[in-house]
């Protein structure tokens, strides 16, 4: 079994890293890293916007985001992948590679989940920091950049980094519309062995886990980091310890 | 100064700081402020007392606009703060106008001396090196330029109000608002925050506050507004105040304070 494994690695190393690159398009882990981390570097700005726009006093941009959040949340996001593959070219008769249309999908799809998680940041913090702020003079946009959000995002770390962790494991459906990512390498390697999928997809299981733990374990430190810069503890000067926050268990979506 | 001769406005030169006229403020059918008329001298400090749920934080939030009203006009700097204007003239009138919270509202994501110079960066442009050493002499002027570095969450509620107040004072605004500064402070931290502000009356600076500290009230205060269900029903100078309240809401009000 453990030598199955071995020699599964030995044998398809490459095309799970790379995919068929280049004699190919690039696949494999290295083409799920990058949808990854483009899907989360484009859904957190995104999440920003839509949220400040849920909250928004003007009707023309609270109302259509709004919607688009709820009708995201409401729908599969397997169905709305297979939506833009088949729709999209259909209604614009545009030639759409199908890596851009999923990493469209789940920028969407991840922003709209996001989005809740930062409006709830928001929400979460006592009036007296928006009052201070205007009351000092900031902008709506000022006292949002530089008091609310930064106490929002890192009060919402935990919940965010499970909707990041989530946005990892989702861009394994991209392999229904033939995004050669790492799940997609491995498929083919299972059809090519077709004796051993337990083993083939273990390996698939443990490097999932290792990207996604990865990113836990980063985005702790970091948190870590800043709770302790907050408490003044990295100033080298005795100081009070502060418990630690309360950490907030969110479900997965 | 309660005596000041009350002309129009003369090139910045207008004698009134504050001029409230006609404020009215309902929330549904209850009536929070009932056409409110009063001015405040400028460099006069003005107490405002009167027991809860009277109306005076809601007055003195309709000051700088973080309360709308329903009627009426609160002039300041030769403008209505309520008048219909560009979000950004409203931001440059707040900014003119210093607030101290109840609750303090520093912000805890920066430290200290970063919650005293970040507005002056950020909204009137100062560089940074000059907004820093200007943090650190107000925080001397507080007495806290030891704790420059401190996060708000390592300081005392007492320390907190000074740090807000030098704060506020960072923008350099003609004219401070206090909402009851020292209400959600242990007794011990009271008095070095009515040190601080004592000692910005001193230096002449116009001030309104919302208050439960008589003896404050009676140090440093030139006159006293006694707000009772919405309406200003005196206006004495402290000795007139605690000697001969005439009105019998006020008697009852200081009676039941020496209990």
């Known amino acids: ?253 | 100064m309660t005596s000041l001769d009350r002309t129009g406005p003369q090139n910045g030169q207008d004698p009134t700081a504050i001029r409230i006229a006609g404020v009215s403020k309902t929330y549904g059918t209850y009536e929070v402020l009932k056409g409110i008329d009063v001015e405040v001298a400028r460099g006069e400090v003005v107490v405002i007392c009167g027991p809860s749920g009277s109306g005076k934080s809601t007055l003195i939030r309709t000051i700088n606009r973080l309360e709308e009203i329903n009627s009426g006009a609160i002039t300041f700097d030769g403008q209505n703060i309520h008048a219909p204007m560009k979000t950004r003239d409203l931001n440059r009138l707040r900014s003119r106008i210093g607030f101290v919270f109840q609750s303090f509202n520093l912000f805890p994501h920066l430290s200290v001396v970063d919650n005293v110079s970040m507005s002056p960066i950020r909204v009137k442009g100062v560089s940074r090196d000059v907004a820093h050493d200007k943090a650190l002499l107000l925080l001397d002027r507080v007495g806290l330029a030891d704790k420059a570095t401190a996060y708000p969450g390592q300081l005392s509620g007492g320390q907190q109000q000074r740090v807000a107040i030098a704060r506020a004072l960072a923008m350099e605004p003609p004219v401070m608002l206090f909402d009851e500064p020292t209400s959600a402070l242990d007794p011990e931290m009271v008095g070095e925050v009515l040190a601080v502000m004592k000692s910005l009356a001193k230096d002449g600076m116009t001030m309104l506050c919302v208050t439960h500290e008589m003896g404050f009230a009676r140090d440093v205060a030139d006159r006293i507004w006694f707000i009772d269900a919405g309406e200003i029903i005196e206006k004495a100078t402290p000795e007139e105040f605690f000697t001969h309240p005439r009105h019998p809401r006020a008697q009852r009000f200081l009676a039941d304070l020496r209990h």
């Open chain 1, 1 to 253: 079994m453990i030598t199955d494994i071995v020699t599964i690695f030995q044998d398809y190393w490459l095309l799970l890293l790379i995919g068929q690159y280049p004699n190919g398009p690039l696949g494999g882990l290295a083409n799920t890293l990058i949808l990854s981390a483009l899907s989360i570097a484009l859904a957190f700005p995104v999440s920003i916007l839509m949220a400040l726009a849920r909250l928004s006093k003007w009707r023309l941009l609270r109302w259509p985001v709004t919607v688009l959040v709820y009708v995201t949340r409401g729908v599969p996001l397997l169905m709305l992948i297979l939506w833009s593959y088949f729709l999209v070219p259909l209604m614009t008769g545009a030639d759409v590679p199908s890596f851009v249309t999923m990493l469209t999908t789940l920028v969407i799809y991840q922003g709209a989940f996001l989005s809740e998680v930062v409006r709830g940041g928001i929400v979460a913090l006592s009036h007296g920091q928006m009052d201070a702020a205007k009351a000092l003079g900031h902008s709506y946009l000022g006292a949002m950049r530089f008091v609310i959000l930064p106490q929002a995002l890192y009060n919402m770390i935990p919940s965010i980094l499970s909707t990041f962790v989530s946005t990892i494991k989702d861009t394994t459906l991209g392999y229904v519309i033939n995004v050669p990512d790492l799940t997609f390498a491995a498929s083919q390697v299972n059809n090519q062995l077709l004796t051993q999928p337990f083993q083939v997809f273990l390996i698939l299981a443990v490097i999932y886990y290792v990207i996604c733990w990865s990113l836990t374990h980063a985005t702790h430190r970091l948190e870590r980091r800043i709770t302790r810069r907050r408490a003044g503890l990295s100033a080298g000067r005795t100081a009070p310890v502060v418990a630690p926050p309360v950490k907030i268990a969110t479900e997965q979506p």
